[in-house]
């Protein structure tokens, strides 16, 4: 079974920074593109940044300019380096892969269980 798992959130005061990162596991074919999102207390989850397999990257407004997603040496790891943090960027943070080839089965969309960050001002 194909499983997400996410790390690196925590606690940081306005203006730095957190790495979030995102590992997958199972006997994965092929993932179409990974990306984050976001749901902060009371509101409904957002879409983040995304990167496709072919490295091609997208960006919320909100998050352009200060956040990077990228993909990391081992298959099928990303991250998102968050510098400029804002209080409004508090949320659970979660990872997704979409269109997941796998030798069991296939996914449409496959999500992790997230990481909580909590920006203070």
């Known amino acids: 079974q194909v499983q997400l798992v996410e790390s690196g959130g925590g606690l940081v005061q306005a203006g730095g920074s957190l790495r979030l990162s995102c590992t997958t596991s199972?006997?994965?074919?092929?993932?179409?593109?990974m990306g984050w999102h976001r749901q902060a207390p009371g509101k409904q989850r957002e879409f983040v940044a995304g990167?496709?397999?072919?490295?091609?990257?997208v960006y919320a407004n909100s998050v352009k300019g200060r956040f990077t997603i990228s993909r990391g040496n081992a298959k099928n790891t990303i991250y998102l380096q968050m510098d400029g943090l804002k209080p409004e960027d508090t949320a659970v943070h979660y990872c997704?892969?979409?269109?997941?080839?796998?030798?069991?089965?296939?996914?449409?969309?496959?999500w992790g269980q997230g990481t909580l960050v909590t920006v203070s001002s």
């Open positions: 199972g006997s994965i074919i092929s993932i179409e593109g």
């Open positions: 990167i496709t397999s072919g490295g091609s990257t």
């Open positions: 997704n892969a979409v269109r997941v080839v796998a030798v069991e089965d296939d996914y449409l969309q496959v």
